[in-house]
């Protein structure tokens, strides 16, 4: 089995839509779906040990050679994507099978796909097989999103599908002009043919351009940005946090395509219109989280927040970066998604006011209020969660680049008015009730709900305390990330990638 | 029959783009439909353009490039599953939106 | 605590210190602090909220220090860290001693004190007079460097004067509301209906103050031998790198920092000496909570915040679209042209005829249909046309397996688009406005323009593909000698188990967002005829009984050989669902539905169970997954042929396919029945 691994994250899944589409009753379909993403966090977490020692496992699909098979890829940084994203689906999944998943028909297969779609996408390493893999993960997300109907979900459906529908077609382009200029579609592939003279460089540049503008859409840099917080906020509670971990997958493509291709060749190719435009992203979705008038809302700014503080990251092009980058991601998705799972209890809690920043009842559940604090602790990056380690190793890191001082600013500004915003609208939600008014009568939160939620709260305090052992590992991952010549030589073989490595130590 | 290939892609790319931009959802799908006819085709010149040479191995016979046909079929097949769950969502967003217009279109 | 606010500040100097950005921003929100805070503390009526006033009023001293970033400066910036906290520490434990002996730290009340507590008020007075720089104390050290640094710093040498300025109003302030802690605690007539009989503290709640208070003066007096030591390793962590020359001491002579310190000690006193009119006007502004403020100056943000949100984002999907195609045409315009470009070499073949037809046929087609889309149906069947003339490009280039999706994939698409513009509202969008069209027509151009002359230059390029393997292989490794079949079964099969996920996906989307969903049938088509009542046309439905079984027998065959010939579980199952898909158009849905399978989630289970369990069957056999296997198999009547274990998955794929465009269509179908039910009833 050892050898088949880097394939058993995609079959898991995958078999698990199977029997959930063939049976099509509700609770054997829960048990099935909480079995599969149980298992495949051991999976994931053991792929991740594995992952540690260093070695590129390879599983070239049809056992064709590469770059001729499709070849999924298992280093650290992918292994630690597919047990983040494991931890996250199970605990997302295990929320929705108290009750959520009723609201409409086959939620679980389309879970499951969506799951698919995620995991394939960090571990293929063909980049046609990566489009598949995205639109896998798309329409999965597309469905999703639509769970449970209302108008407001169809709108902010259209305007979310019409967008990627596009960047379909632009990453189809990129694709076919890559294929026509370098012959390939391999990542390591293209990374060794970019190395060689003679190709067209005008024409790869450009493809090289629209794949990152298509990933950068993912990610939800400005001014691709805007169907962001209208989906998020859209979506119901575990499809959002589900979806916390979607725009990361843009920024891991951006990190992994600049790592293994651009650096070595073009590294000007990102230069400084990503950083500028992600510290604008950084400012809008601050702008944003200011305006909100509701948690879901503000959770949803916050996602973009993270992904615009993360963006600013690949094009620095520096080991410490990317490791900050790595602990920053885990610890935001993770937060993000604590915090669509809160606000989907606190609003219905609250009844008619729901998760809008007004008074209303008190809350029910009095541990509501302590899992509130430390989530917005964390996500305001106050210490001492990993909220704020994430944010003093990213700081810290970015202090020697060019734009450090101006980094500096619109992060530490952009925290402030997060955590303004937190504070005042915490008291609304949590302090601030009708004069004497009761705690209203509902449901009980139920013990999936609660054992979701108080896993993911606890992801703040428990990140932080494993701070060392976390950064080590992001820090070990991005190493490796950041040698493309032994990411060559592992898909190729030896021989393929001296070039390359000549190329990167200049 | 390069150069008509490219005027073929820059129309079809053009009039895409332009009922893209519109303001309702039919033109949008027209405009996606023309656009991934324009992809598509992209894609398959990526292996240059040969006449008279199907990838069907037989003697003595040259070959037009196969991959990018394979990826053709493939962008295809997901194009099509793409236009119809946007037609899907489209009719769906018609039946709620709809909703509060039904005394009206009775009237008439 | 806090200061480990400004130790933060402290530790990231090496980092970004030198900068014009640091200095305004480091700088600037120091002096700001530095002088506001002061100006409260002095109006503060608790004796504890002044001194926390005059501790942030420190602080932004010490950030100013900071932020000027000469060496010497952090010298001084870190000296006073190290005297403010002395004196403070002493002064707040003071003001303990006070609040644990009074009842009350009310300055209105608490008067007089000097007379019940000499030793604690003589320490206090010592303090204070630190706090406020009075030559002797260790404050007066460090205040006396502030001031010198602030006095000819390099930078900006326009408002170079503003620096010394703000120092001394500062110490004007400092002063002022440290005479009046000493003057109204201590002095200031007979303490005003104190809550206890206020006298001197046990001796144990003195001594650390006593400590303090004697650190203050040894510092103060003798800075060489005390405090020198711990300066200068604590300075050098903070400078990393060689300290300056620096002098402690107490008297540097007659120069302008002295002068600025005596100017702030009378001006202190004479503020002090005002407070009474000072005091009454302070009393007579309109009071806020803090509370209320920051509510307040919340709202008026987030209303900007409202407003700039809206201003960038109007929730026009437009709009995203055409930032979108803009934002890609400047940063790919950017790429390209900063790019090398290489030589190309122009070796077009030959059009002919048939070429230019085509050509002149699409650009009918989507022109037309771009021109003419208001007329829907029209521009439907133009967009059809323009389907079926990129079908005979491919077929024309080469690509017959490429012809025959795109053919069959067309006429779904048609039947998708009829069904779906059957049900919606005759409304006409409004025209948009010119400058609207003037932007998308701009837009499009430079789209279209730029992907042509893209294209020109990419297949003017000459470049080197790994296709060679695939036809070497496809025979030997593979099994078959239809090579995209091949690669999309066998080389790429992973790619095709993707793919098919999709359909699977689209086919549960229809199943769940069109489940119990109803729609309004129109009675009129858009351009306002009537639809037709009568059922279904006899002539087409007696036709099209026979089609099914044509239709099959058609797609097995072409999924039989689709590994060899042009054909495959795509183009088959394609085929048989138009066949069905036409049935349902001539036999009306009833018909249609006694026909059709019970549950499709099932089917479609086992469609992609057969794909992924021939995947996985290479397992077995110690290959990774998707490993084919193919062998000659000779069967009585049929002969001898080759069987590759890829056809298997290919059937998975037939099987979704077919399972997949049946239940999207049905779907669609079920909502015309429940629409017609619906209009009967109403």
């Known amino acids: 089995m050892n050898a088949h691994a880097p394939i058993l994250p995609i079959l898991i899944p995958l078999a698990a839509a199977l029997l959930q589409m063939a049976s099509g009753r509700l609770p054997f379909q829960r048990l099935v779906g909480l079995l599969a993403t149980g298992l495949l966090v051991l999976l994931t977490g053991w792929l991740t040990l594995l992952a540690d020692d260093g070695v590129l496992r390879v599983y070239a699909l049809g056992d064709w050679p590469p770059p001729f098979a499709i070849v999924l890829v298992v280093d650290r940084l992918a292994a630690a994507m597919t047990l983040l994203t494991a931890v996250l689906g199970f605990l997302v999944l295990l929320y929705a099978s108290a009750g959520f998943d009723r609201e409409g028909m086959h939620f679980h297969p389309l879970f499951q796909f969506q799951l698919l779609g995620l995991l394939g996408a960090f571990l293929t390493g063909d980049l046609f097989n990566l489009f598949v893999f995205f639109e896998i993960m798309l329409l999965a997300s597309y469905v999703l999103l639509a769970h449970g109907g209302g108008l407001t979900r169809t709108r902010a459906g259209i305007t979310y599908v019409v967008l990627n529908l596009i960047g379909s077609a632009l990453f189809l382009i990129a694709l076919g002009l890559l294929y026509g200029t370098l012959g390939t579609l391999n990542l390591a592939d293209v990374a060794r043919a970019l190395t060689q003279p003679g190709y067209n460089q005008a024409l790869v540049r450009l493809s090289l351009a629209l794949m990152i503008v298509v990933f950068a859409l993912k990610a939800g840099l400005l001014p691709l940005s805007f169907w962001l917080p209208h989906t998020y906020t859209a979506a119901g509670a575990p499809v959002a946090a589900l979806f916390a971990i979607m725009t990361k997958v843009g920024i891991v493509a951006i990190l992994r395509l600049q790592a293994i291709a651009l650096a070595p060749v073009m590294p000007d190719l990102l230069a400084n219109w990503l950083t500028t435009l992600a510290l604008a992203t950084i400012v809008f979705a601050a702008l944003g989280a200011l305006a909100a008038v509701r948690l879901r809302a503000l959770a949803a700014w916050l996602v973009l927040l993270s992904a615009g503080t993360l963006l600013l990251t690949p094009a620095q092009a520096s080991v410490e970066v990317s490791a900050a980058a790595l602990y920053y991601l885990v610890q935001s998705t993770l937060a993000g998604a604590a915090f669509f799972l809160l606000s989907g209890i606190i609003a219905e809690q609250r009844g008619k006011v729901a998760d809008h920043f007004m008074t209303g009842p008190p809350l029910q559940a009095a541990w509501l209020k302590i899992a509130f604090l430390i989530v917005a602790t964390t996500a305001a990056a106050l210490p001492p969660f990993s909220g704020f380690v994430g944010k003093l190793m990213l700081l810290s890191s970015l202090r020697e680049v060019a734009a450090g001082p101006v980094i500096w600013t619109v992060v530490l500004g952009s925290g402030f008015i997060v955590m303004a915003a937190l504070a005042r609208d915490g008291c609304y939600l949590i302090w601030k009730h009708k004069g004497a008014a009761r705690p209203l009568a509902v449901e009980p939160v139920g013990w999936q709900r609660t054992t979701a939620l108080l896993l993911l709260v606890a992801a703040g305090p428990l990140l932080a305390l494993l701070a060392r052992p976390l950064s080590d590992y992001s820090g070990r991952a991005a190493a490796q990330l950041h040698t493309p010549g032994a990411y060559v030589t592992g898909v190729l073989g030896a021989g393929a990638a001296k070039s390359i490595d000549h190329e990167a130590r200049q | ?108 | 605590m806090v200061k480990a606010g400004v130790f933060l500040l402290a530790r990231l100097h090496p980092a970004l210190g030198g900068t014009d950005l640091w200095f305004w921003l480091v700088s600037g929100t120091g002096a700001v602090t530095l002088l506001y805070s002061a100006a409260t503390a002095l109006f503060r009526h608790d004796i504890k909220g002044l001194l926390a006033y005059s501790t942030i009023s420190h602080l932004g001293l010490i950030t100013l220090l900071f932020g000027l970033d000469t060496r010497l400066s952090i010298v001084a910036g870190v000296f006073h860290i190290i005297n403010h906290a002395i004196f403070k520490a002493s002064l707040f434990m003071a003001a303990g001693v006070i609040d644990h002996e009074c009842g009350t730290r009310d300055m209105r009340r608490v008067n007089g004190m000097f007379k019940r507590m000499p030793i604690t008020g003589s320490l206090a007075i010592i303090a204070a007079a630190s706090m406020a720089g009075v030559p002797l104390m260790n404050g007066f050290l460090s205040k006396e460097m502030f001031f010198a640094e602030t006095v000819g710093h390099p930078q900006f040498e326009a408002i170079s004067w503003l620096l010394p300025v703000v120092a001394t109003i500062a110490g004007v302030l400092a002063v002022a509301y440290s005479l009046r802690f000493v003057h109204d605690v201590f002095f200031n007539g007979e303490p005003i209906d104190l809550p206890r009989q206020p006298h001197e503290p046990p001796r144990w709640m003195r001594a650390p103050i006593e400590l303090l208070v004697l650190l203050c003066l040894l510092v103060g007096v003798f800075p060489q031998l005390t405090v020198a030591p711990l300066l200068k390793v604590a300075a050098a962590a903070t400078l990393q790198g060689p300290l300056p020359a620096f002098e402690l001491a107490l008297w540097h002579g007659f120069n302008r920092p002295l002068m600025m310190s005596l100017l702030a000690l009378a001006g202190g006193v004479f503020l002090y000496a005002l407070r009474a009119p000072l005091f009454a006007w302070q009393a007579q502004l309109p009071t806020m909570h803090p509370r209320t403020a920051f509510e307040r100056a919340y709202r008026v943000l987030a209303n900007a915040a409202r407003r700039g949100v809206a201003l960038l984002d109007n929730g026009s999907l437009q709009r995203y679209n055409a930032l979108l195609i803009g934002f890609v045409l400047v940063l790919g315009s950017w790429a390209f042209f900063s790019g090398e470009k290489a030589s190309i070499r122009i070796a077009v073949q030959a059009a002919d005829e048939a070429a230019y037809l085509a050509l002149f046929a699409l650009l009918l087609g989507s022109v037309g249909a771009t021109l003419l889309y208001r007329k829907r149906l029209l521009a439907v069947l133009l967009v059809g046309v323009v389907g079926l003339v990129v079908a005979m490009i491919f077929i024309r280039l080469s690509a017959p397996d490429l012809a025959l999706t795109q053919l069959a994939v067309e006429t779904g698409t048609i039947v998708l688009m009829l069904l779906v513009l059957y049900y919606l509202p005759a409304r006409t969008a409004p025209g948009s406005s010119a400058s609207r069209l003037v932007r998308d027509v701009l837009l499009a151009l430079f789209a279209g323009g730029g992907l042509m002359l893209v294209t020109l230059q990419m297949l003017a390029t000459p470049f080197q593909t790994i296709s060679g393997f695939y036809l070497q292989e496809s025979v030997p490794g593979g099994g078959g000698t239809n090579v995209v079949n091949v690669i999309l079964v066998d080389f790429r099969g992973f790619d095709t188990l993707g793919e098919i996920s999709v359909l699977v996906i689209v086919a549960l989307a229809s199943h769940a967002l069109l489940d119990r969903l109803t729609l309004i049938a129109p009675r009129y088509d858009s351009d306002g005829r009537a639809w037709a009542r009568e059922a279904h046309p006899l002539f087409l439905s007696m036709l099209m009984r026979l089609l099914p079984a044509l239709a099959l027998t058609v797609s097995v065959y072409i999924l039989l050989r689709g590994h060899n010939l042009p054909g495959g579980g795509f183009v088959a199952g394609l085929i048989t669902s138009v066949a069905l898909v036409v049935q349902y158009l001539a036999n009306g849905n009833a018909f249609a539905h006694r026909r059709m399978p019970g549950n499709p989630a099932a089917l479609l289970a086992l469609g992609l169970a057969l794909a992924t369990g021939v995947g996985m069957a290479s397992w077995l056999f110690d290959r990774p997954f998707l490993t084919t296997a193919h062998g000659h198999v000779s069967l009585p009547l049929i002969g001898e042929f080759e069987l590759a274990s890829a056809m298997i998955f290919d059937l998975g794929v037939y099987l979704v396919v077919v399972t997949v465009v049946v239940t999207v269509l049905s779907g669609l179908g079920l909502l015309s029945e429940r629409a017609h039910k619906h209009e009967v009833a109403g």
Do not use: K, W
């Open chain 2, 1 to 108: 029959m390069e150069v008509l290939l490219s005027i073929a892609i820059g129309v079809l790319t053009a009039c895409g783009v332009f009922l893209i931009l519109r303001a309702r959802t039919f033109p949008v799908l027209l405009g996606l439909t023309l656009l991934s006819y324009a992809v598509n085709l992209f894609l398959f010149a990526s292996g240059r353009l040969r006449v008279d040479a199907p990838p069907l191995i037989r003697a003595g016979a040259s070959y037009a490039d196969p991959l990018p046909q394979a990826l053709v079929l493939t962008a295809i097949v997901i194009g099509f599953g793409m236009t119809a769950y946007l037609a899907i969502l489209a009719l769906r967003g018609l039946s709620e939106s709809g909703a509060d217009h039904v005394d009206t279109d009775q009237d008439e």
